[in-house]
């Protein structure tokens, strides 16, 4: 999918086109594997610390019976799965990023593989979680294909994703902070070059009607598309449909 520019230019730099195609994935894998180790720390400073209540409220969405079998696709570090854990279900991680999976200290069994080609059987799982990768991924439409064969019959997804709030008021500080203050603070703590690519990446995402469109495609339903925290974040839910 073309990237689309929902951003105001934050640099000059930020004038040169995204990757897509096979460069994409290799500029994003080399990005995680670069800001593995500060991850964490940036995701808490660049939320207020809200990042783990979304997190929260994603596997809270699963609504799945305990000891459900639970993909956490782009688990990185490992948050969500934690937090899946805590819940009682049984998760396995899968990551593109060794070095985002190097940095995982949730203790779920790791896979290293690129979303768009899961290494699991059909029905494989009763839900799944994916938190802040929807625009990282090189065939979002190939992606959520995948998601729906390895999810059994009424298996549920949650999908966490940043959002851009509609207020104009939350709104003018939101590109403030996402396009200035956080570039500068990655660049301080982390690595320039992600912390700039990160509010770009965004052009990615595709529009909520389309992202529904092409759940629906892929064999969801019911899909719920919701913001959180005015539009800060926003949460996705889907149920798998199919009688296998
Ligand atoms: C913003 S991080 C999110 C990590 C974690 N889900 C979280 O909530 O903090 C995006 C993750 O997506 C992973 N990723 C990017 N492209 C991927 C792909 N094609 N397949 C699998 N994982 C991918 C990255 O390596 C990275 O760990």
């Known amino acids: 999918m073309a990237p689309r520019r929902r951003h105001a230019a934050a640099d000059p730099a ?3 086109p995204l990757p897509t195609g096979d460069e994409k994935t290799a500029r994003v894998r080399a990005m995680f594997d670069t800001i593995a180790p500060r991850y964490d720390l940036m995701n808490r400073l660049m939320t207020f610390g809200l990042d783990q209540a979304w997190r929260s409220c994603a596997v809270g969405a699963l609504a799945l019976p305990e000891d459900a ?11 969500l799965s934690r937090l899946a854990r805590r819940s009682g279900y049984r998760v396995v991680g899968a990551d593109l990023s060794a070095g985002m999976l190097a940095a995982n200290g ?18 494989a799982f009763d839900g799944l979680v994916c ?10 439409a190939a992606t959520l294909s995948e998601c729906a064969r390895v999810l059994r019959a009424g298996g549920r997804l949650a999908v966490l994703e940043v959002d851009a709030p509609t207020s104009r008021l939350w709104r003018a500080g939101y590109d403030v902070w996402f396009n200035r203050a956080v570039p500068a ?4 703590l982390s690595d320039k070059e992600a ?8 052009a990615y995402l595709p529009p909520a009607p389309v992202l529904r469109r092409m759940l ?4 969801f339903s019911a899909v719920g598309i919701r913001p959180l925290a ?13 009688s296998r």
């Not at 938190?131 to 979002?140: E, K, M, S, V």
Request: hydrophobic share 40%; aromatic share 8%; net charge negative.
């Open 230 to 242: 005015g539009g800060l974040s926003q949460q996705v839910v889907a149920t798998r449909t199919g």
């Open 185 to 188: 603070l990655g660049g301080a």
């Open 131 to 140: 938190g802040y990768a929807l625009r990282n991924f090189t065939d979002l």
């Open 216 to 219: 629906i495609e892929a064999g």
């Open 106 to 123: 949730a203790s779920t069994p790791l896979v290293e593989a690129d979303g768009s080609r899961l290494p699991f059987v059909d029905g």
């Open 14 to 16: 930020s004038t040169a």
């Open 195 to 202: 912390y700039h690519y990160l509010p770009r990446s965004v």
């Open 69 to 79: 079998l639970v993909l956490d696709l782009a688990c990185g570090t490992g948050d």
